[in-house]
């Protein structure tokens, strides 16, 4: 395959002045006829008319009226054009009904649906399938369907007939196209200037009932991007769908959002609370892209993480107003610290901006997503929220209707600010996470902090250079009062150190705050006294979790007990009535195996995945044993009997109801959680009650009524497949995997049933790494079969044997031979080539 580069990039030879589409809509021959007028780009380079275009049957090409033969290539054609402006018309037939790979027009339960991003485009007609050509669209759609839409506004609409017109200039990846026998459910937004815009969203028969909280999510995210970004939205019409076949959570298309259906459909009944959170947040995300990613998009695919950055960035600020800040926060470091710090420590490592690619759909990664909004946490946390908000202003001014590129986005905060941002542009540009480790020496009442930095080394990035890292610091005294308030110590070099004076008592650092950098952080502190008393929420959750990976540690490596000062001090604090239960609940989870995997792997030691299974059972032990008496008490407390209300105070009491729960289940054989599975009124409490049972060995009964209850849902048994894989016995977890592939509702060929049990799998640290190498076969096979069918799919799921380094030579051997079996499988699609190569290497 070939590699594309970011220093090769090159303009388009052409403006896309105007496209016409029409669509004939048939299962197996639809007809796609294009209209582009075109002009010659004085700012480009000479080059040939190259148009992409694959699995596309050309019909007829016209330029200019006159028939013309193109030389079709591999992956488009070519073709004589005049050197003025001129119109390029051509059909194509595409076979929506056998697009299984889910990129392009497909088909899904009857309905026509598209997903462009990124360079699905091309697999509906021949295009200048890149980001910066924009254009604006006009789309007709004939077909026999109730429901016929695509970007913008309609322009008419009759019986198996629609036109479409797209006031705003786009690329072709926020091309859609969806039709079908749907409903919709309506809603309407008013805009601060007052313009109306009717708002729909799509969902098929049956699905009426999951639509309220997504419409209220989509005003609410509204309303919040016009407060705090000011922006508004800019057609008379906002569109999302409903589909349950789709690679990804949710596509941002121009005014006609596609969603997977899990990712929008909720109800008190089907969904958790998780569900609903994460609902919210991805309709937020979606609906944000209209300003950063469509209005302003990017330049070319190397630059992705500046819509996606930004935009992930900007969700996470939305949930954190919608709901609490510091339960946000904790909940996105335990997501980077267990996807994007497990990617950047292994053979994926790359940075925010890669460089180089084969196939763009595998740079869709946490580290594009996460880390690049984290790196713009960073750029407002050092240049404070004023100048933030000035230079984001800035951007939308400056660049509103245009490709842009991560330069772009410095430059405005350089214009702003005046700041040099060279170096923090090292974020970009460099793989890995920095290791800071801090000493501290105390004397003449003054207490001095010396950082020091690293970031190993790369495949992608062999030398790297120091960070720009803003340190959020505070101290507190030893009667827990704060002596110092949190400050920002900004570290540019590789070694660094601060001196805090007038301290005639030496108080104890409580130092990266909120988190305020994505680093692995190495320091001697006072975790038992800052678990106490750090005033930062943050921080303080940090200190447990701290002394709970340092007790496990131990445990795996020394075989100490369960140490007394963590259980100490989370007793305190999950008995503490006066903090938030949500937050209580956080600090009764335990770091994942494959974080602990990764701890002892850095510190030169071979993970055994039986004996870190075997600690964290110990842990929760010693947990269930120390609360004891409490946890009747702590259960029945947070019993909601409110009626039922996905917000982040019930959630909050549930999370922490449940905490208990499975705390309580050690302690009462599943007595508790029979009780709730059977007395259960939503999702939230049924799923956890029925996780109980399968783990206290009594969940029989429940599995097979789950069943029987939601064998209709889909999303309600992607939660049932999944679970059964991820509450299994180390020992049984490949076994009930396989076994669930054999049930006549595992339908692999949707993307949520194969990740609800391979997913799953890949999850269950003990089950999947078994000594047996039984999951890393029964894995294998089911890649090799997805493969041709779903790529995308695919490729995504290799990133399970990412971090193969870390184990033994035995579960090396087991694990290489897998992936050169895959390897080995001729036509070997280029995305799952790519990310094995690269694991491998
Ligand atoms: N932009 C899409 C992701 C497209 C993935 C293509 N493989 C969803 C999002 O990030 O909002
Ligand atoms: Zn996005």
Redesign the pocket.
């Known amino acids: 395959p070939q590699t594309i580069y970011l220093k090769d990039y090159t303009a388009f030879g052409w403006h896309a002045q105007s496209v016409a589409l029409e669509f004939t809509l048939d299962p197996h021959k639809t007809r796609v006829r294009s209209r582009i007028a075109f002009t010659p780009n004085p700012d480009a380079p000479a080059q040939d008319f190259f148009l992409h275009g694959e699995a596309l049957a050309l019909i007829s090409a016209k330029i200019d009226g006159q028939d013309v033969t193109p030389t079709l290539t591999d992956g488009g054609l070519t073709c004589a054009v005049p050197a003025a402006p001129f119109i390029w018309e051509c059909e194509v037939e595409i076979d929506p009904a056998n697009n299984t790979a889910l990129e392009g027009l497909y088909m899904s339960n009857g309905m026509y649906c598209t997903q462009c ?2 360079e699905g485009f091309r697999k509906i007609t021949y295009y200048p399938d890149r980001p910066d050509v924009m254009s604006v669209f006009t789309v007709t759609i004939n077909g026999p369907h109730p429901v016929l839409l695509s970007n913008g506004n309609p322009v008419t609409a009759s019986e198996n007939h629609a036109e479409w017109h797209d006031p705003w200039p786009k690329p072709a990846y926020l091309f859609a196209l969806v039709a079908g026998d749907l409903i919709a459910h309506e809603g309407q937004f008013t805009t601060k200037s007052g313009r109306d815009v009717a708002l729909n969203l799509y969902v098929r028969p049956g699905d009426e009932g999951k639509c309220a909280f997504g419409m209220q999510a989509l005003k609410d995210s509204m309303k919040w991007d016009e407060d705090v970004y000011g922006r508004e939205y800019d057609l008379d019409l906002f569109n999302i769908v409903a589909v349950d076949d789709f ?6 298309n121009k005014g006609l959002n596609i969603f997977n259906s899990s990712a929008v459909l909720a109800s008190q009944a089907t969904s958790t609370d998780l569900n609903f959170e994460r609902i919210e947040a991805i309709i937020a ?2 609906y944000f ?1 209209n300003w950063t990613g469509n209005r302003i998009t990017c330049r070319d695919w190397f630059q992705l993480c500046l819509k ?1 950055g930004l ?1 992930v960035f900007r969700d996470s600020q939305f949930t954190s107003d919608m709901r609490s800040a510091e339960v946000k926060r904790i909940g996105d470091v335990i997501d980077l610290r267990g996807r994007q710090f497990a990617e950047d420590q292994g053979p994926l490592a790359h940075p925010v901006r890669p460089e180089s690619f084969q196939e763009i ?1 595998n740079f ?1 990664t946490a580290t594009v997503y996460e880390k690049g909004a984290e790196v713009i946490r960073m750029l407002k946390t050092l240049v404070g929220d004023q100048a933030y908000a000035d230079a984001v202003a800035l951007y939308f001014d400056r660049h509103d209707g245009q490709a842009c590129t991560i330069e772009d986005w410095l430059q405005v905060f350089e214009d702003t600010t005046g700041r040099d941002l060279s170096q923090f542009k090292r974020w970009y540009s460099q793989a890995g996470t920095p290791r800071l480790s801090v000493s501290e020496t105390y004397a003449d009442e003054t207490l001095t902090l010396t950082f020091n930095q690293t970031t190993p080394p790369s495949a992608a990035t062999a030398d790297p250079q120091p960070y720009v890292i803003p340190v959020a610091v505070g101290l507190i005294g030893a009667d827990g009062d704060e002596v110092l308030p949190t400050t920002i110590l900004e570290m540019t070099q590789a070694e660094q150190s601060f001196t805090f004076s007038n301290l005639p008592i030496r108080p104890a650092a409580s130092i990266l705050r909120g988190f305020s950098a994505p680093v692995v952080l190495a320091h001697d502190a006072d975790n038992a006294h800052l678990l106490a008393h750090d005033t930062d929420s943050f921080n303080r959750w940090e200190a447990g979790r701290t002394l709970a990976r340092n007790a496990l540690l131990g445990m795996i490596t020394k075989g100490t007990r369960p140490d007394p000062a963590y259980l100490d001090g989370i007793y305190t604090l999950v008995n503490d009535t006066t903090l938030d239960p949500a937050y209580r609940a956080l600090m009764l989870g335990l770091p994942s195996q494959s974080e602990l995997a990764n701890a002892l792997h850095e510190a030169g030691h071979t993970p055994e995945p039986d004996i870190i299974h075997a600690a964290v059972e110990t842990m929760r032990e010693a947990l269930a044993k120390k609360l004891g008496d409490a946890l009747p008490e702590l259960y029945a407390a947070n019993q909601v009997s409110d009626s039922y209300q996905p917000d982040a105070t019930q959630s909050g009491a549930r999370a922490l109801g449940n905490a208990a729960l499975s705390l309580l289940t050690r302690r009462d054989a599943g007595a508790q959680a029979q009780a709730q599975y059977d007395s259960a009124d939503n999702m939230t409490q049924q799923l956890a009650a029925l996780a109980n049972l399968i783990r206290a060995g009594r969940g029989d009964t429940a599995v097979k009524a789950f069943e029987t209850q939601w064998k209709d849902d889909r999303l309600v048994m992607d939660k049932w497949f999944g679970l059964q894989v991820i509450e299994a016995d180390p020992e049984d977890a490949f076994e009930v995997a396989a076994g669930l592939t054999e049930h006549p509702d595992f339908n692999w060929k949707n993307p949520n049933r194969f990740r609800a049990v391979f997913g799953s799998l890949a999850l269950h640290h003990a089950g999947f790494h078994h000594a047996s190498g039984a999951g890393y076969a029964l894995l294998a096979d089911w890649l090799i079969k997805l493969d041709p069918v779903n790529p ?1 799919t695919t490729a995504r799921m290799c990133s399970a044997f990412q971090t193969w380094k870390r184990y033994d030579t035995d579960r090396q051997s087991l694990i290489k031979a897998q992936v050169q079996r895959i390897l080995a499988t001729p036509n070997l699609s280029r995305d799952t080539t790519e990310m094995l190569s690269r694991i491998i290497s």
């Open positions: 991003e990124a690679n990804m959570g949710a596509m941002e995300h979606e892209h996606e935009t759909n869709y995308q």
